[in-house]
């Protein structure tokens, strides 16, 4: 079975800074990754996936993230933080795009 | 394109009483999710259609909640009767056939119960 675990449940950085937020993951099989964000009282918006092509992918607004199968690793980045980054970001594993597995979700805040 | 639809937006119920929620899918898409989010939690997914055929219905207490999807077009979720510990976002998403490579969940706003 797979699963999730998003390391930290809160982070908070500066605008203008770089944002890490991290991801471990568990999967029997090669796993497709992904990186949901959810604004307050909006729909789930995909960031980003990883499904088995290049290991760094790019998603949108900035961010991006690397698939490290020795770390069992897939770590968000963006290199400056927007206040519109503000938002419940989730990270989900899932095989053949079919049972996706959710984590806790961490909750970025974007200090002025 | 036009997103997935949900309605209500929200709902205020007391225990013991039915609810029930509708949801509309991308147009052209197969397979449709109901996930359950309580406070603080990751997504959970209660049920999967294929059309109008349960894939995957493994975490949906059945017991209280059912669904369907008659004409594989929209959805409802139902509970009844409802407990204090439903009280949670039901977020419905769709994409396109279980043999599609490119199979990304999309997402509607979800509906927000509060069971009193």
């Known amino acids: 079975a797979q699963s999730v675990t998003q390391l930290d449940s809160h982070v908070s950085v500066s605008e203008g800074t770089p944002v890490l937020l991290r991801c471990n993951y568990s999967?029997?099989?090669?796993?497709?990754l992904f990186w949901y964000v959810q604004h307050p009282n909006k729909g789930l918006q995909l960031l980003l996936k990883y499904t088995s092509a290049a290991t760094l992918v790019k998603g949108i607004n900035g961010f991006e993230a690397e698939f490290k199968k020795s770390e069992t690793s897939f770590h968000l980045t963006k290199p400056s933080a927007h206040m519109s980054d503000a938002a419940e970001y989730f990270c989900?594993?899932?095989?053949?795009?079919?049972?996706?597995?959710f984590g806790a979700g961490t909750r970025l805040t974007v200090k002025p | 394109e036009a997103g997935v639809a949900q309605s209500p937006r929200y709902k205020i119920i007391e225990k013991r009483q039915s609810v029930a929620f509708w949801c509309n899918p991308i147009?052209?898409?197969?397979?449709l999710y109901w996930y359950q989010q309580i406070l603080g939690q990751g997504p959970k997914l209660l049920i999967q259609f294929q059309n109008n055929g349960v894939v995957d219905d493994s975490q949906l207490p059945k017991d209280r909640f059912s669904a369907e999807r008659l004409k594989g077009v929209d959805s409802t979720l139902k509970i009844q009767p409802a407990k204090l510990e439903d009280s949670a976002v039901y977020l419905c998403?769709?994409?396109?056939?279980?043999?599609?490579?490119?199979?990304?969940?999309?997402f509607g706003p979800g509906t927000r119960l509060t069971v009193l």
């Open positions: 998403a769709s994409s396109r056939p279980r043999d599609t490579v490119e199979r990304e969940q999309f």
């Open positions: 999967s029997s099989y090669s796993p497709s």
């Open positions: 147009s052209g898409h197969a397979t």
């Open positions: 989900v594993v899932s095989v053949n795009n079919n049972d996706m597995r």
